[in-house]
């Protein structure tokens, strides 16, 4: 789409105001030559007003659609014996809700005015009288008698007729984040103060806190440099908080170590991690937390965003375990392991190794319960318990020391470094070379 096509400019029907309209199909640049010329393709004889160029070329810098916006404004005639505008402060620094920064004055002579396309309008055309405006409010302003208000915060824009307050704050277009410039003093010489940031934020209704670093940061770097500080953030939204699923808080940890454990010379034991998890009967083994609900977020305009909440896992009460009154205590029934599987947890009186004890399980280490092997133990690893032993293959030069029987499916084949030692029997199909210490009897 061509330049020409894509910018129109509409004027009033008593010529004094003209306002843009951009094609929504035109992404390119705009620039300030293309609105001149549309304002020469359009009849306006006025020189342009560089003031409203820069504030449109500005909104469209920051993404704002600027179509239906003033782009150009005739000069009011101002009558003999009338008013004008007299400012109470310095129009380069922004004021603040309740601010009082402009009165009227009678004025002396009367002027002509010009419409947009350079007619000229008599002194004695406007509304007159000693009591008429200068200027009459718009965006941001109220009138009390002859003296103007703010009512929100921001730097006064003021021509023939009009009246403004133009903003200085900005929400971005995911309604989460409010930035702006921050200028050192206002209107009339007060430092700005982050109570008066929060009074202007409230008239626009933004009830949110703001960023109380960012914004001392930006206030004490404007105060230390004299010069405004452009993009700061202001206020941010709340992000949706998910809530924490449920889960087990277990009292008996798991103390073994995957990687083994160094000893006092700084040499790694990788067959050495720790004793198994038993408990005692009667303790408390777990307690269960409960899902939280999380928090929802919120825009700067007040829109919840969902949140998602926590969910809850439902642990069952397995074998030997009693879930208390309350669902969420569970107690041991036995003592043995503590096991957790299948969304049960269980106490066993007995430890399942379903393959060798080797480098893959390490040392077996008990304090409470048996031990049940469905392979071999292998040359260098111990097996300690104050139950049972039971192994269902062989046995090679490994420790096995139980407070009660030790059972060989096999046999032991021992190269005189093993130990077999049981507060109990002791059975097994052949020993060789092997070193049995049994408190009963042994069978082979």
Do not use: W
Not at 117 to 123: M, N, Q
Not at 161 to 184: A, D, R
Not at 238 to 266: C, E, S, W
Not at 422 to 437: E, H, T
């Amino acid at each position: 789409m061509d330049v020409d096509s894509a910018i129109s400019i509409s004027v009033s029907l008593d010529a004094m105001t003209a306002t843009v309209a951009v094609s929504a199909q035109f992404k390119g640049e705009i620039t300030r030559n293309m609105l001149q010329m549309a304002l020469v393709r359009a009849g306006i004889k006025l020189p342009p007003d560089n003031k409203l160029l820069d504030g449109l070329l500005a909104d469209r810098t920051r993404g704002e659609n600027i179509s239906g916006k003033v782009i150009a404004r005739g000069l009011a005639p101002v009558p003999a014996q009338g008013t004008r505008l007299v400012f109470s402060g310095d129009p380069n620094f922004p004021v603040f809700p309740g601010d009082m920064f402009a009165h009227l004055e009678l004025s002396g002579e009367g002027q002509a005015g010009r419409n947009l396309f350079g007619e000229v309008i008599p002194p004695d055309t406007a509304t007159g009288g000693g009591s008429a405006p200068a200027a009459f409010p718009e965006k941001g302003v109220t009138r009390v008698g002859d003296q103007f208000f703010a009512l929100r915060h921001g730097l006064v824009e003021s021509g023939d007729g009009y009246l403004g307050i133009k903003e200085v704050f900005y929400i971005t277009s995911n309604q989460m984040e409010l930035k702006g410039t921050i200028f050192s003093r206002d209107f009339s010489g007060r430092p700005t103060t982050v109570s008066r940031v929060r009074q202007a934020l409230l008239a626009a209704g933004i009830t949110l806190p703001p960023c109380l670093v960012t914004l001392r940061q930006a206030m004490a770097k404007a105060q230390s440099s004299g010069k405004q500080q452009d993009g700061v953030l202001i206020v941010s939204g709340l992000n949706p908080r998910p809530g924490q699923d449920g889960y087990l808080d277990m009292h008996v940890r798991d103390q073994r170590f995957k990687a083994g454990i160094t000893d006092a010379h700084g040499r790694i034991d990788y067959r050495q991690r720790g004793r198994l998890p038993t408990v005692a009967k009667g303790a408390l083994i777990a307690t269960y937390v409960e899902a939280t609900a999380g928090q929802p977020g919120r825009t700067l305009d007040n829109r919840y965003i969902p949140n998602m909440p926590g969910l809850n896992r439902p642990i069952r009460a397995g074998t030997n375990v009693r879930l208390a009154d309350d669902k969420l205590s569970y107690y041991a029934l036995a003592d043995g392991l503590l096991i957790l599987q299948d969304d049960a947890l269980s106490v066993s009186e007995v430890y399942y190794v379903h393959g060798n004890v080797d480098m893959h399980t390490g040392h077996l280490e008990m304090e409470r319960g048996s031990i049940h092997v469905k392979g071999s133990v292998i040359s260098g690893f111990r097996l300690n318990c104050p139950g049972s032993i039971v192994v269902e293959k062989t046995v090679e030069d490994a420790r096995l020391t139980a407070g009660g029987d030790i059972e060989i499916g096999g046999g032991l084949v021992m190269g005189g470094k093993g130990l077999i030692r049981a507060g109990g029997n002791v059975a097994c199909l052949f020993a060789s070379k092997a070193r049995i210490d049994a408190e009963g009897d042994v069978s082979v």
